[in-house]
C-alpha cells in the first residue's frame, strides 16, 4: 500500500470524522469551530454591513427614479388642471361680456353690429384698435363705436374685413356731451382726449354757470351727427375753471375701460335715423297721393 492511497483513507476517515462529530448528535461547537467563528465574525459583520449599505444605496436610487417619475406625473396633472381651471374662469368671464352685452343690444334703442378687437399698438394704446368688421360687413367711416359701459369711439378707417376705431381718448377725437343730472341744452360742453393723463378724458367749454358736480355722469349730447344722444361717457373727477377763468372744465373718468377692451357695437341706424326715414316714406306716399289727386 503507497502513501498516496494511506493519505486518501486518512483524509476520508478526517472527514467521516468531522461529519460524525458536527451531526445531529453534535450539542455544541468544537473549540477549533468556535476559534473560525470568532476569527470570522469581524470579517462577516463588515460584508453583511456591506451588502446592506449596497442594497440601500440601490433600493434608494431605485426610489429615487420612481418619485421623479411620479413628481413628474403630478406636475403634469397639476399643469393640466391650472391651464383647465384658466380656461373655466375665462369661459366665465368671457360668459359674463356676453350676458351684459346682449342684455345692452336688448335694452338700447339702436341698431347694432357686435365687432371682436382683433389688434391693438402698443405705442398708441389709447389711441386706436382694430375691429374684425369692415365695409362687407356694411361698416362705413364715422359710425359710433360703443359698449355696454358706454361710448368707445368712431370708426376712421375701413376696409374689406377689419376697420379702424379711433378712440375717445385720443385726442384727435371731441363729442359734445351734457351732464347727465340736468341735460340742460344751454350746459353744453365738449369731452376730449387728454393726452397729459393718458387713459382720461377732459370736458372743456363748459359754461361758468353750468351745474356740474364731482360725480356727475357724462353723456353724449347727439349734437353733430356722428354719436347717438344719450351714450354714456364718464364721470366728472375734478372741476375747475379754464385757464382764462371764464369757462369751467372738469376731469374724466371714463365708463370704459379702454385697458380691458375685446369686443365692441357698431351702431348701425340711431332713432333719429329712423324717424326721418319713415317721414321720408310718408313725403313720398303723400306727393303720390298729390299727384293722383291732380291727374283725377
Known amino acids: 500500500m503507497t502513501l498516496k492511497t494511506i493519505g486518501i483513507i486518512l483524509l476520508v476517515v478526517a472527514m467521516l470524522s468531522l461529519i ?71 369661459m366665465q368671464k368671457e360668459n359674463y361680456r356676453l350676458r351684459e352685452m346682449l342684455d345692452f343690444e336688448e335694452r338700447i334703442e339702436y341698431e347694432l353690429m357686435p365687432a371682436e378687437v382683433i389688434s391693438r399698438d402698443p405705442a398708441h394704446w389709447f389711441e386706436t384698435l382694430t375691429i374684425d368688421k369692415g365695409y362687407r ?32 381718448t385720443d385726442s ?58 344719450g351714450l354714456v361717457i364718464g364721470q366728472a373727477l375734478e372741476i375747475e375753471k379754464d385757464q382764462y377763468g371764464l369757462l369751467q372744465r372738469a376731469l374724466i373718468q371714463p365708463a370704459v375701460n379702454f385697458n380691458r377692451l375685446e369686443e365692441v357695437f357698431i351702431v348701425f341706424e340711431t332713432p333719429v335715423d329712423l324717424e326721418e326715414s319713415e317721414l321720408e316714406e310718408l313725403r313720398e306716399e303723400g306727393l303720390e297721393e298729390e299727384m293722383l289727386e291732380e291727374e283725377l
Open 20 to 90: 460524525y462529530v458536527t451531526g445531529e448528535h453534535h450539542v455544541g461547537p468544537t473549540f477549533a469551530e468556535d476559534a473560525v467563528l470568532t476569527g470570522l465574525a469581524p470579517v462577516k459583520a463588515f460584508f453583511s454591513y456591506l451588502g446592506e449599505r449596497a442594497h440601500s444605496f440601490f433600493q434608494g436610487m431605485t426610489d429615487y427614479a420612481r418619485l421623479q417619475e411620479e413628481n413628474k406625473r403630478l406636475r403634469e396633472e397639476l399643469a393640466q388642471r391650472e391651464n383647465h381651471r384658466y380656461q373655466l374662469v375665462e
Open 137 to 168: 360687413d356694411g361698416v362705413k367711416e364715422n359710425m359710433a363705436v360703443v359698449t355696454a359701459e358706454g361710448l368707445v369711439g368712431s370708426i376712421r378707417e375701413v376696409s374689406r374685413n377689419s376697420s379702424r376705431v379711433l378712440l375717445l
Open 172 to 229: 384727435r377725437r371731441a363729442v359734445s356731451t351734457l351732464v347727465q343730472r340736468t341735460r340742460d341744452p344751454g350746459e353744453v360742453g365738449v369731452v376730449e382726449g387728454y393726452p397729459e393723463q393718458q387713459g382720461y378724458l377732459r370736458m372743456i367749454n363748459l359754461p361758468p354757470e353750468a351745474n356740474i358736480q364731482r360725480g356727475d355722469t357724462i353723456i353724449s349730447s347727439g349734437l353733430g351727427g356722428i354719436f347717438p344722444k
